[in-house]
Protein backbone atom coordinates (compact mmCIF):
# COMPACT_ATOMS: atom_id res chain seq x y z
CA UNK A 1 0.00 0.00 0.00
CA UNK A 2 1.32 3.44 -0.53
CA UNK A 3 -0.18 6.48 0.80
CA UNK A 4 0.61 9.76 -0.23
CA UNK A 5 0.56 13.16 1.83
CA UNK A 6 1.70 17.02 1.74
CA UNK A 7 -0.09 18.38 -0.37
CA UNK A 8 -2.58 21.92 -0.22
CA UNK A 9 -2.57 25.09 -1.14
CA UNK A 10 0.00 26.83 -2.23
CA UNK A 11 1.15 30.59 -4.17
CA UNK A 12 3.01 30.57 -7.11
CA UNK A 13 6.95 30.55 -6.55
CA UNK A 14 6.16 28.67 -3.00
CA UNK A 15 7.40 25.15 -2.13
CA UNK A 16 6.12 22.09 -0.82
CA UNK A 17 7.30 18.63 0.13
CA UNK A 18 5.50 15.39 -0.71
CA UNK A 19 5.22 12.57 1.12
CA UNK A 20 4.42 8.82 0.33
CA UNK A 21 4.75 5.98 2.45
CA UNK A 22 4.77 2.76 1.51
CA UNK A 23 3.76 -0.50 3.53
CA UNK A 24 3.49 -4.31 2.72
CA UNK A 25 6.24 -5.16 0.28
CA UNK A 26 9.81 -4.59 0.67
CA UNK A 27 10.10 -1.01 -0.04
CA UNK A 28 14.02 -0.72 -0.63
CA UNK A 29 13.90 -3.14 -2.99
CA UNK A 30 12.23 -1.21 -5.84
CA UNK A 31 12.07 2.06 -7.71
CA UNK A 32 9.63 4.26 -6.85
CA UNK A 33 8.04 6.83 -8.87
CA UNK A 34 6.16 10.27 -9.32
CA UNK A 35 3.47 10.33 -11.67
CA UNK A 36 0.66 13.45 -11.73
CA UNK A 37 -2.54 14.31 -13.15
CA UNK A 38 -4.40 17.03 -13.70
CA UNK A 39 -8.07 16.55 -12.62
CA UNK A 40 -9.94 15.28 -15.53
CA UNK A 41 -6.46 15.41 -17.83
CA UNK A 42 -3.98 12.99 -18.51
CA UNK A 43 -1.28 11.37 -16.78
CA UNK A 44 2.45 12.94 -16.93
CA UNK A 45 5.04 11.29 -15.18
CA UNK A 46 7.34 13.37 -12.98
CA UNK A 47 10.79 11.62 -11.49
CA UNK A 48 11.92 8.45 -10.75
CA UNK A 49 14.58 7.35 -7.94
CA UNK A 50 16.81 3.74 -7.96
CA UNK A 51 15.89 1.65 -5.06
CA UNK A 52 19.11 2.40 -3.40
CA UNK A 53 19.01 6.12 -4.31
CA UNK A 54 21.70 6.33 -6.60
CA UNK A 55 19.97 7.61 -9.63
CA UNK A 56 17.61 10.02 -10.34
CA UNK A 57 15.21 11.25 -13.44
CA UNK A 58 13.43 14.15 -14.29
CA UNK A 59 10.56 14.98 -16.51
CA UNK A 60 12.50 18.23 -18.17
CA UNK A 61 9.68 20.38 -16.37
CA UNK A 62 10.30 19.19 -13.37
CA UNK A 63 14.30 19.19 -13.76
CA UNK A 64 16.03 22.20 -11.40
CA UNK A 65 12.22 22.74 -9.53
CA UNK A 66 11.97 19.31 -8.18
CA UNK A 67 13.81 17.04 -6.07
CA UNK A 68 13.12 13.40 -5.26
CA UNK A 69 14.16 11.33 -2.25
CA UNK A 70 13.89 8.47 -0.11
CA UNK A 71 14.30 7.09 3.07
CA UNK A 72 14.56 3.41 3.25
CA UNK A 73 14.78 3.26 6.63
CA UNK A 74 11.27 4.98 6.89
CA UNK A 75 9.86 3.21 4.04
CA UNK A 76 9.01 6.72 2.86
CA UNK A 77 9.63 8.48 -0.34
CA UNK A 78 9.98 12.52 -1.17
CA UNK A 79 9.36 14.96 -3.70
CA UNK A 80 10.73 18.51 -2.60
CA UNK A 81 9.09 21.23 -5.41
CA UNK A 82 10.09 24.52 -5.35
CA UNK A 83 9.08 27.71 -7.72
CA UNK A 84 5.93 26.39 -7.88
CA UNK A 85 4.08 27.83 -11.03
CA UNK A 86 -0.21 27.59 -11.81
CA UNK A 87 0.69 24.68 -13.90
CA UNK A 88 2.05 22.60 -11.46
CA UNK A 89 -1.57 22.12 -10.20
CA UNK A 90 -2.68 18.56 -10.18
CA UNK A 91 -3.07 15.33 -8.25
CA UNK A 92 0.37 13.54 -7.62
CA UNK A 93 0.63 9.77 -7.13
CA UNK A 94 3.58 7.64 -6.07
CA UNK A 95 3.87 4.24 -7.62
CA UNK A 96 6.21 1.26 -7.64
CA UNK A 97 8.81 1.02 -10.43
CA UNK A 98 9.93 3.18 -13.41
CA UNK A 99 9.22 1.38 -17.01
CA UNK A 100 6.04 0.17 -15.71
CA UNK A 101 3.63 1.22 -12.77
CA UNK A 102 2.48 -1.67 -11.07
CA UNK A 103 1.20 -0.20 -7.35
CA UNK A 104 -0.42 3.36 -7.12
CA UNK A 105 -1.22 5.46 -4.02
CA UNK A 106 -4.45 7.32 -3.79
CA UNK A 107 -2.89 10.66 -4.81
CA UNK A 108 -2.52 14.18 -3.18
CA UNK A 109 -3.86 17.25 -4.43
CA UNK A 110 -1.00 20.01 -4.97
CA UNK A 111 -3.37 23.43 -5.81
CA UNK A 112 -0.98 26.89 -6.33
CA UNK A 113 -3.24 29.72 -6.47
CA UNK A 114 -2.99 33.15 -4.60
CA UNK B 1 8.99 14.50 -24.96
CA UNK B 2 5.36 14.67 -26.91
CA UNK B 3 2.98 12.74 -25.50
CA UNK B 4 1.65 9.23 -27.10
CA UNK B 5 -1.06 9.55 -29.97
CA UNK B 6 -4.48 8.09 -28.55
CA UNK B 7 -7.91 8.23 -29.92
CA UNK B 8 -9.90 10.34 -27.62
CA UNK B 9 -12.89 7.93 -27.61
CA UNK B 10 -14.14 4.75 -28.57
CA UNK B 11 -17.34 3.09 -27.55
CA UNK B 12 -18.54 -0.96 -28.24
CA UNK B 13 -21.50 -3.22 -26.87
CA UNK B 14 -21.11 -5.76 -24.26
CA UNK B 15 -19.78 -8.79 -25.68
CA UNK B 16 -18.31 -7.09 -28.32
CA UNK B 17 -13.77 -6.55 -28.91
CA UNK B 18 -12.35 -3.06 -29.19
CA UNK B 19 -8.75 -1.61 -29.58
CA UNK B 20 -7.02 1.40 -28.36
CA UNK B 21 -4.04 2.69 -30.53
CA UNK B 22 -1.04 3.96 -29.09
CA UNK B 23 1.49 5.93 -31.58
CA UNK B 24 4.82 7.04 -30.73
CA UNK B 25 8.34 7.34 -32.37
CA UNK B 26 11.15 4.95 -32.46
CA UNK B 27 12.76 6.59 -29.52
CA UNK B 28 10.06 5.24 -26.84
CA UNK B 29 7.06 2.93 -28.30
CA UNK B 30 9.02 1.82 -31.32
CA UNK B 31 12.45 1.68 -29.43
CA UNK B 32 11.79 -0.56 -26.38
CA UNK B 33 9.54 -3.35 -25.21
CA UNK B 34 8.31 -0.81 -21.94
CA UNK B 35 5.07 -0.33 -23.20
CA UNK B 36 2.46 -0.66 -20.46
CA UNK B 37 -1.84 -0.07 -20.04
CA UNK B 38 -3.94 1.72 -17.53
CA UNK B 39 -7.04 1.58 -16.86
CA UNK B 40 -8.42 4.19 -14.88
CA UNK B 41 -12.17 4.67 -13.73
CA UNK B 42 -13.15 8.17 -12.09
CA UNK B 43 -11.89 9.85 -9.15
CA UNK B 44 -9.71 6.14 -8.64
CA UNK B 45 -5.72 5.67 -8.69
CA UNK B 46 -4.79 4.28 -11.99
CA UNK B 47 -4.45 0.24 -12.64
CA UNK B 48 -1.66 -1.61 -14.38
CA UNK B 49 -3.36 -3.64 -16.63
CA UNK B 50 -0.67 -4.69 -19.67
CA UNK B 51 3.14 -3.93 -19.00
CA UNK B 52 5.92 -5.26 -21.48
CA UNK B 53 3.83 -4.52 -24.25
CA UNK B 54 1.59 -7.83 -23.74
CA UNK B 55 2.02 -9.23 -20.48
CA UNK B 56 -0.60 -9.44 -17.70
CA UNK B 57 -0.74 -8.37 -13.95
CA UNK B 58 -1.48 -11.05 -12.03
CA UNK B 59 -5.59 -10.64 -11.21
CA UNK B 60 -5.78 -8.90 -14.64
CA UNK B 61 -8.89 -10.76 -16.97
CA UNK B 62 -7.08 -12.11 -19.92
CA UNK B 63 -9.43 -10.53 -22.11
CA UNK B 64 -7.17 -8.18 -22.47
CA UNK B 65 -3.79 -7.88 -24.28
CA UNK B 66 -1.65 -6.00 -25.91
CA UNK B 67 0.58 -5.97 -29.08
CA UNK B 68 2.77 -3.39 -30.85
CA UNK B 69 3.70 -3.06 -34.45
CA UNK B 70 6.81 -0.34 -35.32
CA UNK B 71 6.02 2.53 -33.55
CA UNK B 72 2.15 1.71 -32.18
CA UNK B 73 0.90 0.01 -29.42
CA UNK B 74 -2.37 -1.60 -29.04
CA UNK B 75 -4.52 -2.63 -26.19
CA UNK B 76 -7.72 -4.92 -27.30
CA UNK B 77 -10.13 -5.80 -25.02
CA UNK B 78 -12.54 -8.81 -26.08
CA UNK B 79 -15.80 -9.71 -24.35
CA UNK B 80 -16.43 -5.89 -23.56
CA UNK B 81 -18.53 -5.78 -20.34
CA UNK B 82 -20.11 -2.62 -18.57
CA UNK B 83 -17.06 -2.56 -15.68
CA UNK B 84 -14.34 -2.04 -18.22
CA UNK B 85 -15.64 1.41 -19.09
CA UNK B 86 -13.33 3.87 -18.03
CA UNK B 87 -10.27 6.24 -18.96
CA UNK B 88 -7.25 4.12 -20.32
CA UNK B 89 -3.88 5.59 -20.66
CA UNK B 90 -0.49 3.76 -22.53
CA UNK B 91 3.06 4.76 -21.06
CA UNK B 92 6.18 3.84 -22.80
CA UNK B 93 9.77 3.98 -21.65
CA UNK B 94 11.60 6.66 -24.11
CA UNK B 95 15.28 6.93 -24.96
CA UNK B 96 15.78 9.76 -22.44
CA UNK B 97 15.42 7.37 -19.75
CA UNK B 98 11.98 9.19 -18.75
CA UNK B 99 8.58 8.08 -19.54
CA UNK B 100 5.84 8.93 -21.54
CA UNK B 101 2.56 8.89 -21.37
CA UNK B 102 -0.82 8.85 -23.96
CA UNK B 103 -2.90 11.64 -23.94
CA UNK B 104 -5.76 8.95 -22.46
CA UNK B 105 -8.86 7.34 -24.45
CA UNK B 106 -12.51 7.29 -22.88
CA UNK B 107 -14.35 4.18 -23.58
CA UNK B 108 -17.83 3.62 -23.21
CA UNK B 109 -19.73 0.38 -23.21
CA UNK B 110 -22.86 0.89 -25.03
Known amino acids: QLLESGGGLVQPGGSLRLSCEASGFAFSDYAMSWVRQIPGKGLEWVSVISDNSDKTYYADFATGRFSISRDNSKNTLYLQMNTLRAEDMAIYYC?????????WGQGTLVTVSS | QSALTQPASVSGSPGQSITISCTGTSSDVGGYNHVSWYQQHPGKAPKLMIYGVSDRPSGVSDRFSGSKSGNTASLTISGLQTEDEGDYFC??????????FGGGTKLTVL
Open chain 1, 95 to 103: ATNFRYFDQ
Open chain 2, 91 to 100: SSFTSGSTVV
